[in-house]
């Protein structure tokens, strides 16, 4: 009998923040040292998480994963091919995956990852591209890997790569804030017949939703009333910041996992907390939805 609650199967840790660089937008801790990072993900498997995601452009990542998961055969890792970013595909961008892929496995030392995702769709979509799927279809063939998929930021991209690929796994951006691909039926349709899985990411939107409207950094303080909006939601129904955006994605029950970050183990066990301690009822969260992709979308964000 599994001794871990059901949600703990949706959760996974995102590792883009223990590569060199500091990420998201509520960090202030700068860079995590590895041995940090390795404790938060011992910490996460002792919880009963077993699914990690990452990619071979998060620099140390990787490594800082397979170092820490050497004695869990169990884990479910997913990871993406590096970003190409050209006009035209040509056999040596196919020579890069693999080669990035090897590398991948070497450093997570293992034989095989559960998912291996297009880090960037639009290199599926120019001419080419199908060389790229291609690639990854024969290393799902070989084994060594079993589910291939894409990275998306918009439901056209979904759309377009769909239409050409069949594609096991898609990766999205979805939170209170963000609630695009809600209205996607024929995505959720997919989901529903086992014919996708959708993997949720951003959910806190880098940490800018668990951040109270006065601590907000002036590059983003275009969101401070939306913000305010969803903690005043939350309130209402008697939810913390950190429950409300957890429950908005979790109540999804079409999504297979739910992609968090943290920067302690104490955030990581306060996530854990808020799942326990929010009931999954339906809640209308439509109000707080914004649809401009200049505010929900951090990629358009102005640099610090």
């Known amino acids: 009998m599994n001794a871990f609650p059901p949600v703990l199967k949706r959760l996974a840790l995102g590792g883009a923040q223990w590569g060199a660089h500091a990420y998201g937008i509520a960090n202030t801790q700068g860079v995590l040292r590895e041995k ?17 995601d990452t990619a071979s452009s998060y620099d140390t990542s990787e490594c800082v994963i397979g170092r820490a998961l050497a004695d869990c055969p169990a884990a479910r890792i997913v990871t993406k091919t590096p970003v190409f970013h050209s006009k035209v595909v040509r056999s040596e961008h196919v020579e890069v995956l693999i080669k990035a892929f090897e590398d991948s496995l070497e450093h997570l030392k293992v034989s095989q990852v559960y ?33 291939i998929g894409v990275s998306v930021y918009t439901a056209e991209q979904a759309h377009a790569v769909l239409a050409k690929f069949p594609v096991e796994i898609i990766q999205l ?38 951040m ?8 983003i303080r275009f969101l401070a009333d939306p913000i305010e909006k969803f903690r005043k939601t939350a309130l209402e129904i008697n939810l913390s910041p950190l429950q409300g955006a957890l429950h908005f994605v979790l109540q999804q029950k079409a999504l297979t996992q739910v992609i968090v970050g ?31 992709p200049d505010f929900i979308d951090p990629s358009r964000w102005k640099p610090v």
Request: proline share 3%.
């Open 36 to 52: 940090d990072a390795e404790g938060i993900i011992n910490y996460a498997v002792e919880r009963g998480i077993r699914s990690f």
């Open 115 to 147: 998912g291996l995702l297009i880090h960037h769709s639009g290199d599926l979509l120019v001419p080419g591209g199908h060389l790229l799927f291609d690639a990854m279809k024969t290393l799902k063939d070989l084994k060594r890997v079993s589910k």
């Open 173 to 210: 951006p979805m939170n209170v804030l963000d609630q695009r691909f809600l209205s996607e039926e024929w995505l959720w349709a997919l989901a529903s017949r086992g014919e996708l899985e959708i993997h949720a990411r951003s959910i806190f939107l880098q940490g800018a939703l668990l």
């Open 212 to 219: 109270s409207p006065q601590t907000i950094p002036n590059r």
């Open 262 to 292: 943290v920067h302690s183990c104490e955030e990581l066990q306060q996530i854990l907390s808020a799942t326990q301690d929010c009931s999954l009822h339906s809640i209308d969260w439509t109000g707080c939805a914004i649809d401009d």
